[in-house]
């Protein structure tokens, strides 16, 4: 049984820095099919960061040179280290991955969605 928990959320001033983990069990991070979205009060959950495989991350336009997603292989957690945090961050921020499956020549493939789900967790900016 796969499970999700993030962790790392708060309420900081615009400018702070947040670093968001996420802890996964029941699947194992490395050559992941992972990322992070984010749900701000009232609006449509969007995409902010994510991995697959063994390709460098992917950031939505609005966090590319603030947010960075990295992994812990060791401590089996996806982090996401947020700096110079806006108002517009203001979201709940989920952990989420994909399915995955060995293709032919052994390299994980990612499933064409995203399945599992943390229970998110809060992040407030304030300006």
């Known amino acids: 049984q796969v499970q999700l928990v993030e962790s790392g959320g708060g309420s900081v001033q615009s400018g702070g820095s947040l670093r968001l983990s996420c802890a996964a069990s029941g699947y194992t991070i490395t050559r992941s099919c992972m990322g992070w979205f984010r749900q701000p009060p009232g609006k449509e959950r969007e995409e902010v960061a994510t991995i697959e495989v063994d390709s460098s991350p992917n950031y939505a336009d609005s966090v590319k040179g603030r947010f960075t997603l990295s992994l812990d292989n060791a401590e089996n957690t996806l982090f996401l280290q947020m700096n110079s945090l806006k108002p517009s961050d203001t979201a709940m921020y989920y952990c989420?991955?994909?399915?995955?499956?060995?293709?032919?020549?052994?390299?994980?493939?990612?499933?064409?969605?995203?399945?599992?789900w943390g229970q998110g967790t809060q992040v407030t900016v304030s300006s």
């Open positions: 989420a991955a994909r399915s995955r499956k060995i293709g032919p020549w052994g390299t994980p493939i990612c499933g064409p969605m995203f399945v599992y």
